[in-house]
T-cell receptor
Framework: NAGVTQTPKFQVLKTGQSMTLQCAQD?????MSWYRQDPGMGLRLIHY???????DQGEVPNGYNVSRSTTEDFPLRLLSAAPSQTSVYFC??????????????FGQGTRLTVV | KQEVTQIPAALSVPEGENLVLNCSFT??????LQWFRQDPGKGLTSLLL?????REQTSGRLNASLDKSSGRSTLYIAASQPGDSATYLC??????????FGPGTSLSVIP
């Protein structure tokens, strides 16, 4: 099935724990990105990648790491979880850079709670 | 810093009404703009894309326009249906690699 696959769908972490949110796409898209969605604030860009081996920071990168070793995968790592990172996380991909301009595909989201 | 507002934040209308959702950027330098729909607990689905050379796009009962001089976009939904109930987000491309989202308008269409 074509699309963007995110795992897990739900996660509860204790403060200080680390974890990796997985994102994979099978459409050979060059551009992938991670957003967090908080009530009343829309989606905010965390990190993005314009191709394998290339990543850059978005609007709210602190506390998160990314890597892009393959075109298909773009994992997001929380280094030391904090309650402020409680949010819904979305991974997105598109054929070319900055997906507005081409069709964008979003994953179903990961709802993360840090206690 | 570029910021996006969407008005209204929430809207409840009876079925069959025509309605207008608004999106506004503080900096009018937008390359193109896209409207998305988000259903509860789901990801985003692209609705309409307005390229930099265009002023509006139409798809079925949906029409979106963009006034680049003011940085404002409008999504018009004709003859609303209960299935239109969702959150609608606008997103603007502000540089070659950056896209900024609005906070969304939560729409409820009452049968």
């Amino acid at each position: 099935n074509a699309g963007v696959t995110q795992t897990p769908k739900f996660q509860v972490l204790k403060t200080g724990q680390s974890m990796t949110l997985q994102c994979a796409q099978d459409m050979n898209h060059e551009y992938m990105s991670w957003y967090r969605q908080d009530p009343g604030m829309g989606l905010r860009l965390i990190h993005y990648s314009v191709g394998a081996g290339i990543t850059d920071q978005g609007e709210v990168p602190n506390g998160y790491n990314v890597s892009r070793s393959t075109t298909e995968d773009f994992p997001l790592r929380l280094l030391s979880a904090a309650p402020s990172q409680t949010s819904v996380y979305f991974c997105a991909s598109s054929l070319v850079t900055g997906f507005v301009g081409t069709e964008a595909f979003f994953g179903q989201g990961t709802r993360l709670t840090v206690v | 810093k570029q910021e996006v507002t969407q008005i209204p934040a929430a809207l409840s209308v009876p079925e069959g009404e025509n309605l207008v959702l608004n999106c506004s950027f503080t900096d009018s330098a937008i390359y193109n703009l896209q409207w998305f729909r988000q259903d509860p607990g789901k990801g985003l689905t692209s609705l309409l894309l307005i390229q930099s050379s265009q002023r509006e796009q139409t798809s079925g009962r949906l029409n979106a326009s963009l006034d680049k001089s003011s940085g404002r976009s409008t999504l018009y939904i004709a003859a609303s249906q209960p299935g239109d109930s969702a959150t609608y987000l606008c997103a603007g491309k502000t540089s070659y690699d950056k896209v900024i989202f609005g906070p969304g308008t939560s729409l409820s269409v009452i049968p």
